[in-house]
């Protein structure tokens, strides 16, 4: 069974720029998660989405935005690049919130802002 | 003011040795405890914890729950070069605007000397 993918595995981009960060779940996995995990701070989450719905967001600004799709798989979006968003992002993926399930992380997106 | 704090946030120990890794947490309406092994990028899922005193165990790893003080400890026995990691411990919370995500701790960085 193939794990939570994401793409791109780098992406460097300069100040004011946006970016787009894409996911897809595990098969049969309705949500999913997004966090960022900047250096010395820790994972901090950003947003979470379920059957294709904004359920939670995070202490992140208005420019942090995403959405999923129909397949369930995920986007997240980072307008007005600052330098401080430079960070890894995770996704993560679980069968949905109606039991305790586990969350699945990908292998994430390293971002650099110059 | 941090909900999951782990200790310590760096170790280094030789091949052979034992290690215990702690994590004290503060959450209103507590519905699991989980740990997480980082090398790389992906945090790769080790265990959940719901119920205090049952010791989960995979292999050399263990962990257990103490609901009553809000801590967890995550064991390695016979520890070798391919345990270096950041271990991070997360806590999901119902409800609370903490639904749906982890609130992770910092993470302890274990270094296995050979």
């Known amino acids: 069974e193939a794990g939570v993918t994401q793409s791109p595995t780098h992406l460097i981009k300069t100040r004011g720029q946006q970016a787009t960060l894409r996911c897809s779940p595990i098969s049969g996995h309705t949500s999913v998660y997004w966090y960022q995990q900047a250096l010395g701070l820790g994972l901090q989450f950003l947003l979470w989405y379920d059957e294709g719905e904004e359920r939670n967001r995070g202490n992140f600004p208005p420019r942090f935005s995403g959405r999923q799709f129909p397949n369930y798989s995920s986007e997240l979006n980072v307008n007005a690049l600052e330098l401080e968003d430079s960070a890894l992002y995770l996704c993560?993926?679980?069968?949905?919130?109606?039991?305790?399930?586990?969350?699945?992380f990908g292998p994430g997106t390293r971002l650099l802002v110059l | 003011e941090d909900k999951v704090v782990q200790s310590p946030l760096s170790l280094v120990v030789h091949e052979g040795d034992t290690v215990t890794l702690n994590c004290s947490y503060e959450v209103t309406n507590f519905r699991s405890l989980l740990w997480y092994k980082q090398e790389k990028k992906a945090p790769t899922f080790l265990f959940m914890l719901?119920?205090?005193?049952i010791e989960k165990k995979s292999g050399r790893l263990s962990s257990i729950l103490d609901k009553k003080e809000l801590f967890s400890i995550l064991n390695i026995t016979a520890t070798q070069t391919g345990d270096s990691a950041v271990y991070l411990c997360a806590v999901d919370e119902d409800g609370g605007g903490s639904q749906g995500n982890l609130i992770f701790g910092k993470g302890t960085k274990l270094s296995v000397k050979p």
């Open positions: 719901t119920s205090s005193g």
């Open positions: 993560a993926s679980s069968r949905g919130r109606t039991l305790r399930e586990t969350q699945y």
